[in-house]
């Protein structure tokens, strides 16, 4: 039997995979989840590649998920003549208010107020810190910078003040625009972009209530020391994380980056919520058709750690080799995952049990073991139930029967799920889990003579029935 990889993909749309045929090889190589970053391409740009993925998903009759990821409240700068600029380390540069196009000398920022914000001796990062620049003076609205490390300067980079919170408001105009769009287009995730405490999810969250999404799941990306802090509150409130270690990386030392990761996996794993993790990945397949072997060994870390999905950024979005990178992806991820002791590596003990449904989930894993079963099979109507079972990292599949489109999309991102969309699903009575084993069956995922363990709910309430079959 084939291995199905276990750690999910996401790949960001943009100009480098916007035709069908790429799109559809993406998808073939391994794509799980396609993410649609607002601070780049119009909402009629996003619109055309969301309405691909539909009709591709369709068409291969897989689950591909959609995930929408905010601006959030960052500043920006402007766009350049030609694209792109150079600046020198020891010149001088200036941010300003009007809406020009900018040269080497000068730039739009995004905000109006910045001028208000910051200090002379102030530190500023652009371009995840590549580029770093310090305040002079302030010259009516305009913020003079001395250039300490230069660099290419391009549209719309993000501008970071080390060590100084903007207090800007959670959710910008653009912000809400953009997640009305998403709204409208169905997506199945919003990444909510600089969220530094609990208070930052629940304006989000509330939002969406008042605007008919209350079903869309929200990541929490983690990429200030103020996420980092406050991980525990932001965890109960959210549906997962995305550890975004481009701006995370301006934030906090370099070296502190991979324990940091490590810790906000099994923070994650521990609550039994999504984990993702992001930026820079493959980054050298934006232009090159091969991984380098620290890339390789990066992808391979985040997997040994648990992480639920790993994100490709500009290497779909724009680069030479999006299909390449997909499948590079895929492979490492695949290899990786087989060479893991799960048992041994995730242990019970990493884990919360604080309701009946997380004892059952609980249970079915470690029936899973000492049964050696095939597979888990759940009956889900929500997704929630695939979801608890994952964070444990059975080292068997989880097959997950759903009657219910939207659930089938979202549980694309799950790990460890190969979800199945079924007309006759289980219905909610104690017969679920045996129905849902036939329909694994049917589907050729479990086999005559396999042992699964099967989930399912006898109500409305959350999973509470556990049995073991034989298929």
């Not at 970053?37 to 998903?57: C, F, L, Q, W």
């Not at 408001?169 to 995730?189: A, E, M, R, T």
Request: proline share 3%; charged share 25%; hydrophobic share 40%.
């Amino acid at each position: 039997m084939s291995y199905t990889r276990k750690t999910k993909i996401i790949a960001t749309m943009g100009p480098g995979c916007a035709d069908k045929k790429i799109l559809r090889d993406m998808v073939n190589a391994g794509m799980n989840v396609a993410r649609f970053n607002m601070s780049h391409s119009t909402h009629e740009e996003h619109a055309k590649r969301i309405g691909m993925v539909k009709d591709i998903r369709k068409e291969l009759a897989v689950p591909v998920a959609l995930m929408l990821d905010t601006r959030g409240p960052e500043i920006r700068l402007g766009k350049f003549v030609g694209d792109s600029v150079e600046v020198k380390a020891g010149g001088t540069f200036r941010l300003v208010n009007e809406q020009i196009e900018g040269t080497s000398s000068e730039a739009y920022v995004t905000c109006p107020d910045f001028y208000k914000m910051v200090s002379p001796g102030d530190t500023l990062l652009i371009n995840d810190g590549l580029i770093k620049m310090q305040v002079k003076k302030i010259e009516n609205d305009a913020v003079v910078l001395d250039v300490v490390i230069g660099g290419t300067l391009s549209n719309h980079k993000s501008i970071n003040v080390v060590g100084v919170h903007l207090g800007l408001p959670y959710l910008s105009d653009q912000d809400k625009k953009d997640i009305l769009f998403g709204i409208k287009q169905d997506v199945d995730y919003i990444a909510a972009s600089f969220v530094s405490c609990a208070d930052d999810m629940r304006v989000l969250k509330n939002f969406l209530l008042q605007n008919g999404g209350e079903n869309i799941e929200i990541i929490a990306k983690i990429e200030s020391k103020m996420g980092i802090d406050n991980i525990d509150e932001i965890l109960e409130i959210s549906d997962g994380i995305m550890i975004a270690r481009g701006d995370l990386g301006v934030e906090i030392p370099m070296e502190a980056l991979p324990s940091i990761q490590k810790s906000l996996i099994k923070k994650a794993r521990a609550t039994g919520k999504r984990v993702i993790t992001a930026t820079e990945m493959l980054e050298s397949m934006i232009y090159k058709p091969r991984p380098t072997r620290a890339e390789t060994s990066d992808v391979a870390n985040a997997v040994y750690d648990g992480t639920g999905a790993v994100m490709l950024s500009g290497e779909t979005a724009a680069g030479s080799y999006p299909v390449q990178a997909v499948k590079a992806m895929s492979d490492i991820a695949a290899f990786t995952e087989q060479s893991i002791h799960y048992r041994k590596r995730f242990t019970f003990t990493d884990f919360e049990i604080n309701t009946i449904a997380d004892a059952i989930c609980a249970s079915a894993v470690k029936a899973s073991y000492d049964l050696d079963c095939q597979a888990i099979v759940v009956a889900t109507r929500s997704g929630k139930t695939a979801k608890l079972i994952s964070g444990f990292r059975p080292a068997c599949p989880i097959i997950a029967v759903t009657r219910h489109e939207k659930t089938y999309q979202k549980m694309a991102l799950t790990w460890g799920v190969q979800p199945i969309l079924a007309a006759d699903q289980p219905k909610v009575t104690h017969e679920a889990a045996e129905q849902a084993t036939k329909i694994a069956g049917y589907f050729n995922l479990v086999h005559k003579g396999d042992t699964v363990v099967a989930v399912a709910s006898t109500g409305v309430e959350d999973a509470n029935t556990l049995a073991i079959e034989r298929v």
